[in-house]
């Protein structure tokens, strides 16, 4: 699971990718902060079965916090977009690329309006935020345009031999962006397009697949700021997933928290000060008046949204044993994988290890105690015992 945090620069989104990733990285009010892309672990927050079974988990590679748990998911920051990227120019076809190997992107809009289009410090209010939701997505779209229309003509004539599917041509084109033949077909459906068509219908269609397989969340960020109020409200009704958000307000709290400074959890709505000097206390009490009033800092909520929301994503917990939920070594709750919604026993087998896939036996639902079939749908929050051959 790769979650792709985009945006022009100045807005934010190297702030974002820190707050959700503690990663280190540049932050500065200049253009191309980022050039090589940041990667970085961030979480999504769910309930832990541990409170319902009554049990101590001992979680390998996720946390447990009071009953909730914090799930990986990788995040990479790229380089800020500029207008024509798609031309290459910034850094251009290169931030196209690194982005299209993301599942999903965050786009990280400043909501205040105080940036121009090439990323450079404005008064807010002076820009028009939706100008860049649409900027974003129109460089995507040029950019797959031109990578389509590239060998297009000479393929359409190897199809008049070779009866190949339009379909399957254009999934050849765009192999290397982990878009799915279904996801091409169903396009190509919805929207009539043909080798034929204009520049138009086939930017119908490239968007119609853009959503499909690079779904866009707004992550509506400077939100602390005044005019972002305003700019929100105006654009909210509009057809986008749209989200509120202090990327620099998160930021502060979970820096905080790591230097014991308060106790927080990443997405909560509030958080316990436990040594902090007048200058800090000030600053913190600003940030819970904004967090109390936006139900957080939403830099959380967002993540979370994208992944069980916009991607559809559940949680499972495999185990061994299914009378102690626990594995061979006697770790309770060890693991916590994310499933897509509709995904079977079987395929849990698999994403646990390929040879227990292919090995499948049988397989346990730990909570009830019932055996399920290798049909048997996942559910949020499952234990799955599974049964596995030599």
Not at 31 to 59: A, D, H, M, Q, W
Not at 255 to 265: L, P, S, V, W
Not at 274 to 286: R, S
Not at 298 to 303: A, E, K, L, P, S
Request: aromatic share 6%; proline share 4%; with cysteine.
């Amino acid at each position: 699971m790769l979650l792709g945090v985009v945006g022009k620069s100045n807005v934010g989104k190297s702030t974002f990718f820190s707050a959700a990733t503690l990663v280190d990285v540049e932050i500065s009010n200049r253009i191309f902060t980022t050039i090589e892309p940041n990667k970085g672990v961030s979480y999504v927050r769910v309930s832990c079965p541990c409170r319902i079974l009554n049990v101590t988990c001992n979680p390998r590679s996720s946390k447990c916090v009071n009953g909730v748990r914090f799930v990986p998911v990788k995040l990479v920051d790229v380089a800020g977009l500029v207008p024509d990227a798609h031309q290459g120019k910034g850094l251009g076809t290169q931030f196209l690329s690194d982005i299209m190997e993301a599942n999903a992107l965050i786009h990280v809009v400043d909501m205040a309006g105080a940036t121009d289009e090439s990323g450079n410090p404005v008064l807010p209010g002076t820009r028009d935020p939706k100008e860049d939701i649409k900027f974003l997505e129109e460089e995507i779209d040029y950019w797959i345009l031109g990578i389509i229309k590239r060998n297009l003509s000479t393929l359409s004539k190897r199809m008049e031999t070779t009866k190949e599917k339009f379909s399957e041509v254009i999934n050849k084109q765009l192999s290397g962006l982990g878009m799915k033949i279904n996801e091409v077909e169903d396009a190509i459906n919805r929207t009539g397009v043909t080798p034929q068509s204009d520049n138009y219908d086939m930017l119908k269609f490239i968007a119609v697949l853009r959503n499909k397989s690079k779904p866009i969340v707004i992550a509506a960020n400077k939100m602390d700021i005044a005019e972002s109020e305003k700019n929100f409200s105006r654009i909210k009704d509009l057809d986008y997933q749209l989200y509120p958000c202090s990327a620099e307000y998160e930021l502060v709290l979970r820096k905080a928290a790591e230097h014991g400074i308060i106790e927080y959890n990443p997405g909560d709505h509030d958080f316990r000060i436990i040594k902090a000097n007048d200058k800090q206390t000030e600053v913190l009490e600003k940030i819970r008046k904004f967090a109390k009033h936006n139900n957080g800092t939403g830099v959380q909520r967002i993540i979370d949204t994208v992944v069980f929301d916009t991607l559809g994503m559940i949680v499972v917990y495999p185990v061994e044993n299914e009378h102690k939920f626990s594995d061979k070594k006697g770790n309770v709750l060890p693991d916590a994988l994310l499933m897509k919604k509709g995904a079977t026993a079987h395929d849990l087998a698999y994403a646990v290890h390929e040879d227990i896939g292919k090995n499948f036996i049988a397989a346990m639902d730990a909570k009830s105690r019932r055996n399920i079939s290798a049909s048997y749908e996942l559910k949020n929050g499952d234990v799955i015992s599974i049964k596995a051959g030599r």
